[in-house]
């Protein structure tokens, strides 16, 4: 649900019926809800769930899907591990900020600092080339306690930063990524200084070897689907919804009772999950992590990346990082090789010069001329979801 | 305006299609081949003049090798190993290039090298990187490097201070791989010598305030031992002089350069006399290093006065791979099976002594030690002192003597008392 439409939803109704949307909505989560139960009381309930579930689903969802699953079948091993799985795993990253940013209304620069701890925490619970420090736990054991570090990180991210607005929120998760990096760089007890660690590759499974280009493929393209959807589910949530109305007007919701602090926070942890499954990825991808994996430079990418694609809507920040990715590796071949970085900024500069929502205005905006021009312009606004 | 927006559109569209397609168009007999180097950030100057020395060594050979067109493609990385291993990746994978050449920097060409093992039809040509565990370390049965490393360029230096007098040193360095080795290489025959370290220390690259530093050195030391590049051996150096220091100075490899021979403060006087090593020098009095230097000056009409260590470097690689080339007659069939054979045998003369490998595929060459002296127009200049000749990885010691004191860290040598 996009800001605009919020801000109508809230002052189209009266006084009353505003406290009600709100607090009805913890019951809109799956089984008996109000507005759904005359819909649903001539079906069994299990029924009503798995046709509303389906009646999500669009033909492009299935367009989608398929142009996924059929992706590494045409393309080169190129293709698919440098260009697709990167994408992924930088798009997961930079999902994490669109939540944070587009419905919560936090920017914050530190969230590949999250996603960089969880790749030196897989460093260094797992097995690397530095087995002084490497614990050599398994995968999946290194993979749980990772994650849940640094959502804890980046839930202490959050609780120093929740309380500040705006550019003071950008300053601070700025110097916690920067003193990380810092750190990374002068710690060698646990880090490893300057060199970080290297020769850390994906897990073999059973019969399958996720450092295989197509296997790799599948496994962070599965996780994004995955994040994709509940980042969709979790902005309609009752917490979603709450999210939206902090980003909008927190003094209001703080009035109507909700705990402000406590939505961003979670807000902060949720975003920490996203950020940490895409570092754990990135560093599967590069087989190696360094303070060079996570400088200011990285930290700007993200979002670049997340601005880039647009922030309306999660999809915004896969479809910015593919543009990212694709622009790093062939820019070199559209110009004279000093000065393909001018072709790089030139490129980010005329999106955001001409579409400020990024790709995805762009593509707003194409749709809304080509569509009637006689169509309700409220029509027009909704598909904005 | 939206007409212009969609001539704008059109014009990009066309032009990608454009590139794309003359990506494509390669006339029969051409070879691709790969050239890594770091062109955006901080070595990028340093990196563009090693593309400089790899397009020297093609053209003299008039852009041919082995009867086919050799076409360069450029790859760029911005000196994080992260992105040279993409940019290689690109170039191996999506421009199918038969032959790498790159990357500039050491922990680069470790990552370059772990890679080159999951590529095992492509020959990988070391550019300028000189971390030893490269070839020390698992070394790639495809990857070459025809250049010596820095523990190699520090060879000797440490015998030529202990003549000079210095017995106790203070050792000032950049906390990376490259410092490490230049360390090692230096402190390997020092130590043994009876020469002592009395203190190190490790500043992170780019550090702009040394005085922290500049107040832990002992008074009672003979010499400091300097291991910085560009930007922070300038820094140290004004600092230092601020804070009164007087002791003499003996610098890495990449220490004494240009900029530092420029410096014009009050120490000015008092550089001249500072020992450095390396792989070769400016004022080499031979013929084929005076060659090298009239065909980079013709060539490149915006190169530097002289080229530098990086252009020597990427040249010495490429002008291996080509020679390569032409042995063979640019067969390179059976998984480059006979290509890798003749580089193995590679032997010619290069601008700065012989170019030859060892059998972990790594330069043997002769190292320069050279010390700062004041030329007739009063400018400073590297003069060469001494030539210590077919330095190996080993730094002269027996293998497994190396071997029992492992590759060069924070502490490894160490000989404070």
Not at chain 1, 53 to 76: C, F, G
Not at chain 1, 362 to 379: E, G, H, Y
Not at chain 2, 257 to 274: A, C, I, M, P, W
Request: proline share 4%.
């Amino acid at each position: 649900m996009s800001a605009a439409q919020w801000r109508r939803a809230m002052n189209t109704q009266s006084p009353g019926a505003r406290v009600s949307v709100v607090t009805q909505a913890p019951a809109r989560a799956p089984s008996t809800t109000a507005s759904y139960d005359s819909a649903a009381s001539y079906s069994p309930e299990s029924t009503s769930r798995w046709s509303r579930a389906w009646s999500h689903v669009r033909w492009r969802h299935v367009l989608v899907i398929l142009a996924l699953l059929l992706y590494p079948v045409v393309a080169s091993p190129f293709f698919t591990y440098q260009i697709a799985a990167q994408s992924m795993a930088l798009g997961l990253i930079a999902l994490s900020l669109t939540f944070l940013g587009g419905y919560g209304g936090m920017v914050s620069l530190s969230q590949m600092t999250v996603a960089g701890v969880s790749g030196y925490l897989i460093a260094i619970f797992g097995t690397s080339s530095m087995g002084a420090i490497s614990l050599g736990w398994p995968w999946w054991l290194a993979v749980v306690f990772s994650v849940l570090i640094s959502m804890v990180f980046a839930t202490l991210v959050g609780w120093l930063s929740v309380r500040t607005e705006g550019i003071h929120t950008i300053m601070i998760t700025l110097a916690i990524g920067v003193a990380f990096f810092y750190l990374t760089q002068q710690n060698y007890a646990l880090f490893n200084g300057f060199q970080g660690f290297s020769k850390i590759s994906a897990p073999i499974v059973g019969e399958v070897d996720f450092t295989d280009p197509v296997a790799f493929y599948f496994l962070s393209v599965g996780c994004a689907l995955v994040a994709y959807w509940t980042v969709k589910y979790l902005v309609r949530a009752p917490f979603g919804m709450a999210l939206q109305g902090i980003r909008d007007n927190p003094r209001r919701m703080n009035s109507l009772g909700f705990n402000v602090t406590a939505h961003r926070l979670a807000a902060h942890a949720f975003a920490g999950l996203l950020a940490s499954v895409g570092g754990i990825l990135l560093i599967w991808y590069n087989n190696r992590i360094s303070p060079g994996s996570i400088n200011t430079g990285a930290l700007i990418n993200i979002l670049v990346i997340a601005v880039l694609g647009g922030m309306k809507h999660p999809i915004g920040a896969f479809i910015g990082a593919l543009a990212f990715v694709l622009l790093q590796n062939f820019a070199i071949d559209l110009v004279d090789r000093q000065r393909f970085n001018l072709v790089i900024g030139g490129v980010f500069l005329l999106i955001v010069f001409f579409s400020p929502d990024g790709l995805l205005g762009l593509w707003q905006k194409l749709r809304t001329r080509w569509s009637s021009a006689s169509a309700d312009p409220r029509v027009r606004e909704s598909r904005r979801v | 305006m939206h007409l212009s927006k969609r001539t704008l559109a059109r014009t990009v569209i066309s032009a990608a299609i454009l590139a794309a397609t003359t990506g494509f168009a390669f006339a029969e007999g051409t070879l691709k081949v790969g050239l890594l180097s770091i062109l955006e950030g901080p070595f990028a100057v340093p990196g563009q003049d090693g593309i400089r020395g790899a397009e020297l060594a093609l053209k003299q050979k008039g852009g041919t090798a082995g009867g086919m067109k050799i076409q360069l493609i450029s790859g760029s990385s911005d000196g994080n190993p992260d992105k040279a291993v993409a940019a290689t990746r690109k170039l191996v994978e999506q421009d199918k290039v038969q032959i790498m050449i790159g990357p500039l920097s050491g922990d680069e060409g470790i990552a370059v090298k772990n890679y080159a093992k999951t590529q095992a039809g492509i020959t990988f040509i070391n550019g300028s990187s000189g971390a030893q565990a490269a070839t020390l370390n698992d070394p790639s049965s495809n990857f070459f490097r025809f250049n010596t490393e820095g523990a190699q360029w520090m060879v000797g230096l440490g015998d030529h201070a202990l003549s000079k007098g210095y017995k106790k040193m203070f050792l000032i360095a950049e906390d990376y791989g490259f410092p490490y080795s230049q360390v090692q290489g230096f402190m390997a025959s020092y130590c043994a010598k009876g020469g002592k370290v009395l203190d190190k220390a490790w500043v992170p690259l780019g550090t702009k305030d040394y005085a922290s530093v500049i107040a832990k050195i002992p008074k009672d030391v003979d010499a400091l031992l300097v291991v910085l590049g560009g930007s922070d051996a300038v820094n140290f150096l004004t600092q230092y002089e601020q804070a009164g220091g007087t002791k003499p100075m003996v610098g890495g490899s990449i220490t004494v350069d240009q900029t530092v021979l420029n410096y014009k403060g009050k120490r000015r006087e008092s550089l001249v006399g500072t020992a450095s090593a390396g792989p070769m020098a400016d004022s080499l009095d031979t013929a084929e290093w005076k060659k090298f230097v009239a065909d980079y000056k013709a060539n490149f009409k915006d190169g530097f006065p002289s080229p530098s260590l990086f252009a020597y470097l990427y040249y010495i690689n490429t002008k291996a791979a080509l020679d390569g080339l032409d042995a063979v007659k640019g067969d390179l069939s059976g998984g480059q099976k006979k290509y890798r054979e003749a580089l193995q045998k590679t032997k010619f003369v290069g601008p700065a002594g012989e170019v030859v490998i060892d059998a972990n595929r790594n330069g043997v060459g002769p190292t320069y030690i050279t010390e700062v002296t004041k030329a007739a127009d009063g400018s400073l200049f590297n003069k060469v002192v001494k030539t210590v000749p077919n330095v190996t990885q080993t730094l002269g010691l027996p293998e497994a003597e190396f071997k029992k004191m492992g590759l060069g860290t924070r502490d490894i040598p160490d000989c404070r008392k």
